[in-house]
């Protein structure tokens, strides 16, 4: 069963025709009323939230563990983002270091009434592995499914 995120759309970006998420889809959630700025559009603290989450949740699954958000290297919010909006988070891991982990982050939204798909935001996050301690851990290379 498709979810409602792989809707086809045609164009489903208004500026690339045919381009699609990168990575992995880690996080969906609907875009409420109570997440608006005071313009009516949804805030982008809030999207910039679940961004971390979605990557949060990707540095957790490739590390085999505990993880911390250490940089926020670049953030480009393209497309305002409504009530009613399906936002989809997807995580694409682009270099792993020692200890550290850096990946794009894409969001795209199903629009609430026109059912189209459109990337709104992209970002990138690094994450550190940590231990019980609270310090910095090897990532184990077998661990990791990029």
């Known amino acids: 069963m498709k979810n409602a995120d792989s809707k086809e759309s045609g164009d489903a970006s208004g500026e690339n025709p045919g381009e699609k998420p990168r990575g992995e889809l880690f996080i969906q959630a ?7 700025n005071p313009n009516g559009d949804i805030f982008g603290g809030w999207l910039l939230s679940q961004m971390d989450i979605a ?5 957790r699954s490739h590390s085999g563990g505990r993880t911390v958000t250490i940089a926020v290297e670049s953030m480009i919010f393209k497309k305002p983002v409504q009530v009613g909006d ?15 982990m850096t990946f794009l982050i ?6 609430r009434d026109s059912f189209v798909r459109e990337k709104v935001t992209e970002g990138v996050f ?3 592995a940590i231990g019980p301690d609270g310090k910095p851990r090897e990532i184990e290379q077998e661990t990791m499914s990029a």
């Open 126 to 128: 690094t994450y550190v």
């Open 86 to 100: 399906v936002v989809s988070c997807y995580a694409d891991l682009e270099k792993v270091g020692r200890t550290s």
């Open 106 to 111: 894409e969001v795209w939204t199903l629009r």
């Open 55 to 59: 990557g949060g949740i990707a540095a």
């Open 30 to 36: 609907a875009a409420m009323p109570a997440d608006t």
